[in-house]
């Protein structure tokens, strides 16, 4: 299996402007978790999701962000409009059950200018 | 506010030496795992230990649970330099969530 895949690894864009970043889950997880990591409040969750339904987007800062799985193969995470304080590491996580062992992608190193 | 805490927050040994992290939290929880993060990397797991279990043994890693005093312990014995990254524990309180605690970096030197 290649493991939990994200795209892009890398992203420079400039305030205001659209952010999507990308998830392909590891087959069979039924769950799917998206954070962020910064180095001043570490690693905070911002959604998750259980069969491709969202179930606790609690963590999601701002109504600029917003996350969708529309099949068990896809999520993506937009930021729209973006601002500096975005700039974070973004990673996506899933595992078979919620309570077990979480996979991690590599994640997504966003630079808001 | 966070479920977990590291302690201590950074660590430097040489070669060879044993590296102890300890992890505390506040509620009850289901079971508690350790991860690690290498320099630009996504975490990987390491080690579960269920909340009847008192400790576990994984290759050089040795992890304890307290759940009376709401602690674990995370143990890396002759410690190589490739073990230098960061450390979390991660607990589950009861919730679909794991909550990742704050780190501790340990630095190994040759």
């Known amino acids: ?113 | 506010s966070q479920q977990g805490e590291e302690d201590p927050q950074a660590l430097s040994i040489q070669e060879g030496e044993n590296a102890t992290m300890n992890c505390s939290y506040k509620t009850s929880i289901n079971n508690l795992q350790w991860y690690r993060q290498n320099s630009g990397r996504g975490l990987v797991h390491l080690i579960l230990i269920r909340s009847n279990e008192r400790e576990k043994h994984s290759g050089r890693l040795r992890v304890t649970l307290d759940t009376s005093k709401k602690s674990s312990s995370l143990l890396i014995t002759a410690s190589r330099a490739a073990d230098t990254a960061s450390y979390f524990c991660a607990t589950d309180p009861h919730t679909d969530k794991l909550i990742f605690g704050t780190g501790t970096r340990l630095q190994v030197f040759p």
């Open chain 1, 1 to 113: 299996d290649a493991g939990v895949i994200q795209s892009p690894r890398h992203e420079v864009t400039e305030m205001g402007q659209e952010v999507t970043l990308r998830c392909k889950p590891i087959s069979g997880h039924d769950y799917l978790f998206w954070y962020r990591q910064t180095m001043m409040r570490g690693l905070e969750l911002l959604i998750y999701f259980n069969n491709n339904v969202p179930i606790d987007d609690s963590g999601m800062p701002e109504d600029r962000f917003s996350a969708k799985m529309p099949n068990a193969s896809f999520s993506t995470l937009k930021i729209q409009p973006s601002e500096p304080r975005d700039s974070a590491v973004y990673f996506c996580a899933t595992a078979r059950r919620s309570w077990e062992t979480q996979y991690f992608g590599p994640g997504t190193r966003l630079l808001v200018l």
